[in-house]
C-alpha cells in the first residue's frame, strides 16, 4: 500500500506563492499519474493538477498560468507551485496516485489565502 505525505501548506496573503510537495512510499512512483486535488469548505473535491509518468500535465481551467506541477522521480515526490495565490484557492489540498487500477490519497494539507 502506497502512502502519500503531504507538506507545504499554510497561511498565505493574496498575491503570494506557496509550494507543496508530496513523498510517497514504495516503488511504484515513477510509472505512476500523480495529482493534486482541492476541496473548499462546503465544496466538492476538484482536480487542481495532473502530472503523467512521462511528464505531461494537465490543468484545471482556474490555476492554469499560474500554478505549476513537477515530479521527482528520484525522490519520489511531486511538488504542486501555486503563484499569484487568492482566497479562492483556500482549500485542503490532497495529493493523489494512480497506477492501473490502484489509488491512493494523501491526508491533505491547508492552504488559506488571505484577501
Known amino acids: 500500500q502506497v502512502r502519500l505525505v503531504e507538506s507545504g501548506g499554510g497561511l498565505v496573503q493574496a498575491g503570494g506563492s506557496l509550494r507543496l510537495s508530496c513523498v510517497a512510499s514504495?516503488?511504484?512512483?515513477?510509472?505512476?499519474?500523480m495529482g493534486w486535488y482541492r476541496q473548499a469548505p462546503g465544496k466538492q473535491r476538484e482536480l487542481v493538477a495532473t502530472?503523467?509518468?512521462?511528464?505531461?500535465?494537465n490543468f484545471a481551467d482556474s490555476v492554469k498560468g499560474r500554478f505549476t506541477i513537477s515530479r521527482d522521480n528520484a525522490k519520489n515526490t511531486v511538488y504542486l507551485d501555486m503563484n499569484d495565490l487568492s482566497p479562492e484557492d483556500t482549500a485542503v489540498y490532497y495529493c493523489?496516485?494512480?497506477?492501473?487500477?490502484?489509488?491512493?490519497w494523501g491526508q491533505g494539507t491547508q492552504v488559506t489565502v488571505s484577501s
Open positions: 493523489n496516485l494512480k497506477r492501473v487500477i490502484y489509488t491512493s
Open positions: 514504495g516503488n511504484i512512483f515513477s510509472a505512476a499519474v
Open positions: 502530472i503523467t509518468s512521462a511528464g505531461t500535465t
